[in-house]
C-alpha cells in the first residue's frame, strides 16, 4: 500500500510497467485536463491492462463493512471531490462470501486508516485487504477515480 500526494505520483515508476503506463496516462491527461473532467464510467487506457472507473459514492461507516482484496489488480484511488476515509487491513481474515470476478471480502479488522481528498491517493497492491469508501464526519459522498492496474495474469 501506498498512500502519498498526486505531485509525487511519479516517485513510483519502475513497480511495473502498466503503472508506468497508468502515471503516464494520467500525467499527460493532467496536462490539459483536470481529474473532474474524466467522465464517469470506464475509460479505457490500455484495454484490461489498464482502465479509470469513475463513480460517484454515497460514503458508508467503517464499522461492519468487511476490507476488499482483488488478486490481478492494483487499485489506484483518487476522490475528485471530496474525501473519503479507507482502512489497510494487515492480518488476513476469514473469507465472506465468494471470491466473484476480481474481488473477495475478508473480516480482518484495519491495522491503519487514512483519508483521501485534497490532492491525495492510495494504491493497494493485489492482495492487500483494504476498505475504501468510509464516511468522515464532513464527508458521505465523493466523485472518485479508480485507476485498475493489472499486475497479475493469474486470478
Known amino acids: ?32 485536463h483536470t481529474l473532474a ?3 464517469l464510467g470506464r475509460t479505457e487506457v ?4 489498464i482502465f479509470i472507473n469513475v463513480m460517484e459514492a ?19 484511488q483518487i ?14 481474515g476469514e473469507e465472506v462470501g465468494t471470491f466473484t470476478g476480481d474481488i473477495g471480502f475478508q ?3 484495519d491495522a491503519v486508516t487514512g483519508s483521501l481528498g485534497e490532492g491525495r491517493f492510495v494504491l493497494f497492491f493485489p ?12 464527508c458521505t459522498k465523493v ?3 479508480v485507476v485498475k492496474i493489472r499486475m497479475e495474469d493469474k486470478a
Open 37 to 39: 473532467d474524466l467522465p
Open 127 to 138: 492482495g492487500e485487504l483494504h476498505k475504501p469508501g468510509v464516511a468522515r464526519p464532513e
Open 79 to 92: 476522490d475528485i471531490t471530496g474525501g473519503e476515509g479507507w482502512g489497510y487491513a494487515t492480518a488476513p
Open 46 to 49: 490500455d484495454g484490461e491492462n
Open 1 to 32: 500500500m501506498i498512500c502519498d500526494t498526486l505531485e509525487h505520483l511519479n516517485r513510483y515508476r519502475g513497480f511495473h510497467e502498466n503503472l508506468d503506463t497508468a502515471i503516464d496516462y494520467l500525467t499527460a491527461y493532467c496536462v490539459g
Open 58 to 76: 454515497d460514503l458508508k461507516p467503517g464499522e461492519g463493512a468487511n476490507p476488499e482484496y482483488h488478486r490481478r489488480y492494483a487499485d489506484l
Open 107 to 109: 473480516n480482518s479488522p
Open 143 to 145: 466523485r472518485k477515480a
